[in-house]
């Protein structure tokens, strides 16, 4: 009598276990079948992307939060991937990244390359120096060390500005580079984009700026870079408009970039 009990018991916790097995397993499929689209950025352009490695090490920033809000809309899971950012355009092409989000321009060379949504954020360029630099207006540059990201917008502006004021130009990888460099005196100054450097301005105390922006240039703005001929770009842009028109957009906007004076 005892083992027909324990054999009936085992019977029911078998069928018990093989039943929450089978619920894990659909769940996991589930989870599976929601395609993970990936991400490329560089993380070191604050408020864009960022790491607040106080808190944690996860890539935050605006960017961050305009990619999970338009791929939750088209049912996909984000997966993130930080890269130097001049390494951004070949991630495209080799199939590393699906998209990428890094608060870049669409100009005419890296169209040949990749497509572009349409623009998201526009902002200016900013001449960055220590407060006792002397440094107010592109003519004091003359003779100065001038510091861009390699691969960035700004290392366009300042060979633009090299035709009319002789600098040098020197590139780092990383915008925090640029900042170090500055404050170890070895650049005289640095072209970093305003919402950008502002961020900076409120920890580097000894930092500051001018807005520059070159009203010949054609290359203004930020969109969402994609590989040559991918669906996902109508796709990214009907969201984006839809986000635009509601409102959703601008809110992004504000909480990222609203608190800085």
Do not use: H
């Not at 078998?14 to 993970?36: F, I, N, R």
């Not at 130097?84 to 355009?89: R, S």
């Not at 170890?184 to 950008?196: K, L, M, N, P, S």
């Not at 991918?230 to 906007?253: A, H, P, R, V, Y």
């Amino acid at each position: 009598m005892k083992k027909a009990i324990i054999l009936a018991l085992s019977l029911m916790l078998t069928v018990g276990m093989l039943a929450a097995c089978g619920t894990e397993e659909k769940a996991s499929k589930a989870s599976e079948g929601k395609k993970v689209l990936v991400m490329g950025t560089s993380a070191d352009y604050a408020p864009f992307e960022y790491v607040d490695s106080k808190k944690s090490d996860d890539i935050i920033g605006f960017d961050v939060d305009l990619a999970k809000a338009i791929t939750s809309k088209l049912g996909y899971k984000l997966e993130v991937k930080d890269m130097d950012f001049n390494g951004l355009i070949q991630a495209l092409k080799s199939g590393q990244a699906d998209f990428v989000l890094a608060g870049m321009t669409p100009t005419e060379k890296r169209k040949k390359n990749v497509d572009f949504s349409d623009i998201y954020y526009t902002a200016g360029f900013m001449i960055v120096s220590n407060k006792d630099s002397g440094i107010t207006k592109l003519e004091d540059l003359k003779g100065k060390t001038v510091g861009v990201q390699l691969g960035s917008i700004q290392e366009g502006q300042a060979k633009e500005i090299a035709k009319t004021v002789d600098i040098k130009i020197e590139n780092r990888n990383r915008v925090p580079d640029l900042i170090q460099e500055i404050k170890a005196g070895r650049f005289d100054a640095a072209i970093i984009e305003d919402t950008v450097a502002k961020g900076y301005f409120a920890k580097e105390k000894d930092l500051k700026g001018f807005i520059y922006n070159n009203d010949e240039s054609e290359d203004t703005g930020s969109a969402i870079a994609f590989p040559k001929n991918s669906d996902l770009t109508e796709k990214f842009n009907k969201e984006l408009k839809k986000m635009k028109e509601s409102g959703e957009l601008d809110k992004l906007i504000v909480k990222w970039f609203g608190g800085e004076e």
